[in-house]
Nanobody, 115 residues
Framework: QVRLVESGGGLVQAGGSLRLSCAAS????????VGWYRQTPGKTRDLVAR???????YYADSIKGRAIISRDSAKNTVHLQMNSLALEDTAVYYC?????????WGQGTQVTVSS
């Protein structure tokens, strides 16, 4: 079973930055795409950003222009750099990897933005 471990979350002041990491148990290149999702209590889990094996990226409108998703293939890791954080960015952030018909989720990392 593929294992994904998120890290880098924490408490940050509005306007600050965080760099999240998703470390996989196997090469990132095995996956057709790897994405970051976020969820707050009582709400759905929404896609934030995604990186595709072919090199394309996707960003949700909510963070477009404030985030960069990147790969470090040598370390089996995908990063999400988030800048200009706002209160609305507070959530648990999850990493998901897709391979064929299978998908794998990490346990999440908490991001809390304070005023």
């Amino acid at each position: 079973q593929v294992r994904l471990v998120e890290s880098g979350g924490g408490l940050v002041q509005a306007g600050g930055s965080l760099r999240l990491s998703c470390a996989a148990s196997e090469t990132i290149e095995n996956f057709s795409f790897v994405g970051w999702y976020r969820q707050t209590p009582g709400k759905t889990r929404d896609l934030v950003a995604r990186t595709f094996r072919g090199g394309a990226t996707y960003y949700a409108d909510s963070i477009k222009g404030r985030a960069i998703i990147s790969r470090d293939s040598a370390k089996n890791t995908v990063h999400l750099q988030m800048n200009s954080l706002a209160l609305e960015d507070t959530a648990v952030y999850y990493c998901k990897a897709n391979r064929g018909v299978d998908e794998y989720w990490g346990q999440g990392t908490q991001v809390t933005v304070s005023s």
